[in-house]
């Protein structure tokens, strides 16, 4: 990903910012960075914390013209959404344990191979 520039107050008419929520995974920025030719910028900005309080951040935005930084905003939310799913699914965690499952059977048997080898050792001394 390009790297982010630090907002210097040029002239930024008919240019708008596309505010990245913290946490967004970084697989989502680069497509939103290479599909929608925007530019990563770095920025102040207040952001809410607790209890209706703000402070003062730099915050990651991704600025261009207002019809490309509408449609890269909605992309981004469903790529959020694609990627929620896929985690609700869980499919990758199955197939984590399948794999555990499967190696914990080979690591079984080395185990066992290994204490047969320590009790052959033991006796033929």
Request: aromatic fraction near 6%; glycine fraction near 4%.
């Amino acid at each position: 990903m390009a790297e982010a520039e630090i907002d210097d107050r040029e002239d930024l008419t008919g240019l708008y910012d596309l505010a990245i929520p913290i946490g967004m995974p970084l697989s989502v920025i680069q497509d939103l960075v290479d599909k929608f030719e925007l530019d990563p910028v770095r920025r102040n900005a207040k952001v809410g914390i607790l209890d209706g309080e703000t402070e003062e951040r730099e915050i990651l935005v991704l600025r261009g013209d207002l019809d490309t930084v509408k449609a890269a905003e909605k992309y981004m939310f469903e790529a959020l959404d694609r990627r929620i799913s896929r985690w609700e699914k869980n499919d990758r965690s199955d197939r984590y344990r399948e794999m555990y499952d499967k190696n914990a059977e080979k690591r079984m048997h080395m185990v066992k191979e290994r204490i047969e080898e320590r009790k052959d050792e033991e006796i033929s001394f």
